[in-house]
Nanobody, 129 residues
Framework: QVQLVESGGGLVQAGGSLRLSCAAS????????MGWFRQAPGKEREFLAA?????????DYADSVKGRFTISRDDAKNMVFLQMNTLEPEDTAVYYC?????????????????????WGQGTQVTVSS
């Protein structure tokens, strides 16, 4: 079992930055692939970024955030982060971190919310114009 708690959301002006954090419980955190998703009102949950397990720590990004968002993890502290730069009003949503089995890294499984087993409660990000 893994429990996830996101933090770091808030209100920011367009062009600004935020850093989201996700704290995980459980001794097996390092064995999970981790992902960030978001969901805006009336829209489906959207893949943003994912990071594989140690030692590769490979990263994958949705085209909509590539070059603006950076995912990272600190296995020693059971944390995963999402650095978000150059934020736009279209980035307004509830942001979720998720943990999935390491084998979801193959193919495009890491991009599907259905393949993640554990989810946080979400943190609201609002970008004003």
């Amino acid at each position: 079992q893994v429990q996830l708690v996101e933090s770091g959301g808030g209100l920011v002006q367009a062009g600004g930055s935020l850093r989201l954090s996700c704290a995980a419980s459980g001794r097996t955190f390092s064995s999970y692939a981790m992902g960030w998703f978001r969901q805006a009102p009336g829209k489906e949950r959207e893949f943003l970024a994912a990071i594989s397990t140690w030692p590769a720590h490979s990263r994958d990004y949705a085209d909509s955030v590539k070059g603006r968002f950076t995912i990272s993890r600190d296995d020693a502290k059971n944390m995963v982060f999402l650095q978000m730069n150059t934020l736009e009003p279209e980035d307004t949503a509830v942001y979720y971190c998720a943990a999935g089995r390491s084998d979801i890294w193959s193919g495009n499984e890491r991009r599907s919310a259905d393949n993640y087993d554990y989810w946080g409660q979400g943190t609201q990000v609002t970008v004003s114009s």
